[in-house]
Structure formats: structure tokens, C-alpha cells
């Protein structure tokens, strides 16, 4: 069974996260710090850039794999995709620039926080119609 809609966004989401860790690789480097954030503001800004997106996409996409496997709306896929490609971007260069809250910041983090509630609930939804 092909999950077009699932793999389109575990790919994207996937770059993202890799283009993230990769950004942790070259502040080390250039911070020369080695093992966690040193003393450096701005190296545990980097980490935790990458460390807030790890923490959210992989819920996100097994969440979207769930739904898309019961048969779900691949439009409502696509808005909750859309979502989190979107909430994770705002956020990262929300929290880039600075430590302090942002519209960047919150917005991200809001538009990933209703991605994962909206697919929560329509995967809970698929259970209890189908259990009904």
C-alpha cells in the first residue's frame, strides 16, 4: 500500500531535521564547543532548535501514518503537513535570532501544537467510528 501523503511530509520534515543537525555540526565547530552547549547562548539556542523539532516530528508523522493507513482525508493531511512544515520553520528562525519569545517562536510552536492535536483527534475519531 502506497501512503503518498504520509512520505511526501516525512521527507520534507526528515531535510528539515537534517539541515538543523547539521547546523549544530558547524556552531560546534565554529563555537568550538564539543559536548553540549559550553557556555555559548547561541550554541544552546542551535541545539535546542534542533532538539524542539526532534521532539515534535516524529509524533506528527506516525500520527499522519495512522490516519493515512485507516484511510483518512488526504486533504486534511495535506493542511496538517502544511502545519507542521510551516509551524517548524516559523519556529527555528523564530528561535535563531533570538532567545527571547517571538512571533516566530509562538506561531510555530502553535501551528505544530494543532497539527499534532488535529491528527490526534482525527486518528481518535477513525477509532471510535470505527468501533461504533
Known sequence: M???VTALYAAILTLLLMVLAINVTV???KLKVSLG????????????IHGNAAEYIPIALLL???YELNGGSHAALHVCGCAMVLGRVLHAAGVWGSNAPNIGRVMGQALTWFAILALASMDLIKVLRAAA
Open 37 to 48: 552547549a559550553g557556555s555559548d547562548p547561541v550554541m544552546l539556542r542551535m541545539i535546542r
Open 27 to 29: 556552531h560546534r565547530s
Open 64 to 66: 499522519m501514518l495512522v
Open 2 to 4: 502506497l501512503l503518498p
